[in-house]
Structure formats: C-alpha cells, structure tokens
C-alpha cells in the first residue's frame, strides 16, 4: 500500500499533510515517502526471495544521497552508470564489493576510478572497453572482475526512447560477438571473466520479455562453456502510472530464475530502479496563472519540463492531482502546462477537471523515478528542493539550488 493517498479529501505522504508542507516549504519541490521507498525494495525482494539475488539499486533512477543511504541500509548495492553516480553511492555507504558499473561510453578516467575502488564488476559493453581495461589494470592492480553485457536481441514492449535490448540498440554485445570475446578472453591478462548481463530496457509490464531474455542468456552460456559466477538480469519492471496500465507479475518469472540460478550455480544480480522509488514522489507545484486558450483552459503550474522531463521526453503520462479534493467541476479540457518556453513543456490534460483556483497547489504524481535525477537549468532556473517524510518528520534532503551561485559560476 502507497504511503502517499487521500484521507478526507486531503493528500498525505504518510503523516503530513501537502497543504501544511506547501504552506511551509516554498513550490516547487519534490516530496518522499520513506516508507514508500522502503516497502517497495521489501517488495521487489519477497518475488525473488528463493533466489536471495543481490540488488543493486539503478543510481541514475534517483540519485539523492539520502535516498541511496535508505536503500544502503535495507542492504542495496548500487547500479551506477558514471564516475559521479560511483561516488555517490560510495558516499552512500555502499561497499565497493555490492557496485556494478555499466555504460558504452566509459571514460579512461571513470574506469580508473573503478579499478582503483575495487568495484563488484565493471559491465562492459564492447570489446575495445575490455581493451582499455586491461591495459589500465596492468598499470593499477592487476586482474580486474569484469562482466559483459549481452544484447540479447528481445523487442521489450515499451517505448521507443528506453528499449536497450535489441539488436540495433547501442548497448552490449551482439550473441555472435559475445561468444567470440568469452573465446578470446585468455589475452586479457589482467581480466577475470565473472558475470554475463542484460538490461533490456524500461518500464516494462509485461514479464514475457523476460523469460525468453533468460532462454537466450542460457543457450548463450551454454555456448561459452563459461561458469559465470554472477549473472546480473538488470532492471527495467515497469510500474502502473496510469489507469489501465498492466501490473508486472514476477511469479513465474522468480521460479523460472531460480531454476536457472540453480542450473548454473550462479549468483543472481538485479538492478531495479524505476519499481524501487518511482511511486515514492510526488512534485508538489502551485497554480501560477489560469489562462482562457482558444479551446481549452491552460494550468500554468510553476514547475517546469527542467524540474521534471518524462513527459516532454518520452511522452510519460503522469497523474496531476488537487491536495485538496472537491465535487465541483470545470467544464471542458484542462491542460498542466509549465513555465519553459517549449512547446514540450506540458504536463496532461483533463476533461472535467475539478475546480481549481490560482495559487491553489498540485501534485505530480509518481515521479520519485527519473525526476529529480533528470532535472536541469533549462532556461537558467535553479535545481529545486527534495524533501522527505517519514511519518511526521519532513527533512530536507536536497536544498534548493541558489540562483546566484548558478548565475556567477
Ligand atoms: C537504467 C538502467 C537500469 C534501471 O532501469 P529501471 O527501468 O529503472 O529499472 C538497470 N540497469 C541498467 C544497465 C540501466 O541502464
């Protein structure tokens, strides 16, 4: 059960109140809900349970140092896609030995941050990374634990902006090409082969992709005569924005698993970002202006498509709501817009919405996942505050950026 609802017409983050926080807290900012954060990791834990797999959270999904601390001390590791999410989350707390790192653009400076802190495994995504690796690794600590990250060719239903996992898409290693480099593996010296991986995209309902990824990933280790001692399965299991939207079911899914886990005597690694913290937010925004358009009504909020992009890039739907219910209603289409001068930076519309007033406060629903995280200056407006509950408490876990120090820098 969400932490974050209506009691009497009024949102709640579990013990407070949006309007009391609204009231205190200047718009826009994002707020948390711990105990969201916190089900939602036991959750995702309890479907894989038998297989006891190592988590490691996907860092970019949110990469607030507070949240990561949450997820550090229900036992996380971390999935991190760059030099700075790596000390992110080793500022987290997060042992070296639970942080994986994918990406095809690793720079020689972020592998060499890798190297030195020991990491789990360095996912490499091509054969010329594996390259630039050893080479590194002759010079800093000899044999570096590495894992290779397959293409498995599998079309994921999902949108087109965040597939990963077929044959055109840029990241991992063809099966062909794959096979090949486990054949050669014996020239990288300083090399220790210990984990094939996969990562066939986001936001995906429905769980099919997944078990033929795993059919692949079996005869693909069948054909390298390879016992990986990790096999990582990636992320990607979407969660409901919507109405209608199909719920992941990961029952047969986990067995499947830990069948195979069992067959290959493996460790099983997931990295989960999205079904950990996307429900976990909400973006709190105020009514800048109520504008009469040709054929509707324009919501200007004063958040923008730079404090939360989904929408305006990858189409997301998210729900805004009123903090404060009412039965009255506006007659024809409502549109949330914001601020930015794009035509992009819009939000959803509405038929029927309910009355709302200037300065009255919303709620963007369900953006704990890729919000913040994909936030920026766009049309230099500074980075805005997260907070978070927990149960009554709100603490600031991010303040707002300073205007000024963004201007002068
Ligand atoms: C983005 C990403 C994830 C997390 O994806 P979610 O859809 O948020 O679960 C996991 N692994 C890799 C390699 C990624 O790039």
Known sequence: MSAIKYKNNNLFVENASVKNVASKYKTPFYLYSNSNIVENYKSFYGNFKKVDPLICFSVKANSNIKILKILKKMGSGADVVSGGELLKALKSGIKPNKIVFSGVGKTEEELKLAIKKNILLINIESENEAALINKLASKMRGKTSIGIRLNPDINAPTHKKISTGKAEDKFGLSKKNLIEFCRNIKKFENLKLEAISVHIGSQILNEN?????????????????????????????????????????????????????????CKIIFEPGRTIVGNSAILVAKIQYLKKGANKIFAIINAGMNDFMRPALYDAIHNIFPIIKNKKKIKGTLEFVGPICETTCKFIKYKNYQKINQSDYVAIMDVGAYGASLSSNYNTKPLIAELLVSKKKITIIRRKQDLLKLINN
């Open 209 to 265: 992709p997944y078990k033929k990824t795993l059919k692949v990933l079996a005869e693909i280790i069948s054909k390298t005569k390879i016992n990986f001692k990790f096999v990582d399965l990636g992320g990607g299991f979407g969660i409901t924005y919507k109405k209608g939207d199909r719920k992941i079911i990961l029952k047969d899914y986990s067995n499947l698993v830990e069948k195979f886990m069992k067959k290959y005597n």
